[in-house]
């Protein structure tokens, strides 16, 4: 069976009503099937607990990555306080996912132990997604100890309330916050491209 993915989306009150809402519809789309990979985007404001204890309930035992942010969006605009699902089923796609704590203090050890979590060598073809705290920790030490190697790069920063500092990343069956989750994609049949834009536009001389 080819790779199969459906979103979806709900908004509710409490985090684990939300997460249920979204699994729902998204299983909807692909049916009676098996899932193999799942990514969980939530709202800053849910009590992360409960989106992660629901998403392991809702999915099964999947490997799953997800991350707090201050906004979602799918096909049908922007939101707020919701969730957002996404699942994958693909019989041939080869995925582990982890998270690690730590990242704040010392991003470049805790980028070194989850590589080796994943099992990443020089020669996999694949993706390599990685979100990291979005408050602290040292982002460009964190890409440039990456082991060169075959596999595409991809990521972001996890958002939340900036004036509390907190925001959560889950990754394989552990979640937690100041932390790095990463999964890594692969199959013979999977090809991969990685693009990226910035939203700024020049608008005259560059001072320094």
Known sequence: MPMQAAVGHAFSVEGREAVARAVYKARLVLG??????????????????????????????????????????DTKGNHRRSVAVALVTDEDLEVNAEWLPGFSDQSVSVTSQLVKK????????????????GTSGDYEAMVNSLPAGRYQLAGGLSGGDIRLENTYQMGGDQFGTGGLAGVFLSGSHVKIGIGNGLGWQPVGAQFR
């Open 32 to 73: 009676n099937v098996r899932i193999h990979f799942a990514v969980i985007v939530a709202s800053f404001e849910y009590d992360f607990e409960d989106v992660f204890s629901a998403a392991q309930t809702q999915i099964g035992d999947v490997p799953i990555i997800g991350f707090s942010t201050s906004g979602e969006f």
């Open 118 to 133: 994943l099992g990443l060598t020089s020669q996999q073809k694949g993706l390599l997604f990685l979100v990291a705290d």
